[in-house]
């Protein structure tokens, strides 16, 4: 198996603007092309983005969601024929020092994915118990569905194969784009393997945007993604696929 040796590192970003430079300072010291897609950000975001040389940046007129900005960042890795996507949050609650580690990770298997709940760190934060309670709950249905053993379904850090990408046809535009990606990587049979990451919460309040910020709200939305992805792939419930905990 070829070892993927061209990487992309993407940040999708909606106003973030007081972390932007700190995080991309420490992204581009691990040497890969490095994309931000800014999704239509309303404070300086993308004026602090035209400062830099050292980025590829792509921006979206409007905000169209956090499922639009990776779905984005699929067609950049594609598009211009990278062997390995790393996503990763711009809010430092992503470590970059650990992009090497999903990089690696990668040459065996088609999504890396990390797992805030794999590995107890010192120092980690405490869930939100509304957001852990999500968390958990779609996880398991997740599992139960698609025969997968996750441990986080929702955590942003992950790396892909890029010729992967290509098995999946994913959609949804909001923050259930994971759900149907997970859908899609079952219906591929695609080989998946979580990574612990610290759990960082820096800002426990953050709006996930209108009446999103009612949980049962959210997980009703989640649970509709679900299902509608569920029948379009025409999955009911398949064996599991190969998963294992690095």
Known sequence: MKHPEQALIALPVYNEAKTIHAVLDQVVGYGHTVLVV?????DDTLELLQERDD???VTHEKNSGYGAALLTAFAYAQEH????LVT???DGQHEPQLIPMFIKACRSADIVSGSRY????DGQSEPPAQRLFINRRVTSEL?????FQLTDAFCGFKAYRVESLSKMDVTETGYAMPLELWVEAAKAGLNIVELPVPLIYLDENRSFGGALDDGSTRLNYYHFVLDRSLAR???AKVGAQTLASC
């Open 118 to 121: 794999l590995k107890q760190f």
């Open 38 to 42: 800014n999704d239509g950000s309303t």
């Open 143 to 147: 599992n139960r569905l698609l025969g």
């Open 81 to 84: 024929q990278f062997d390995v």
């Open 55 to 57: 980025i590829i940046v």
């Open 233 to 235: 792939s025409g999955l």
């Open 88 to 90: 990763m949050d711009c």
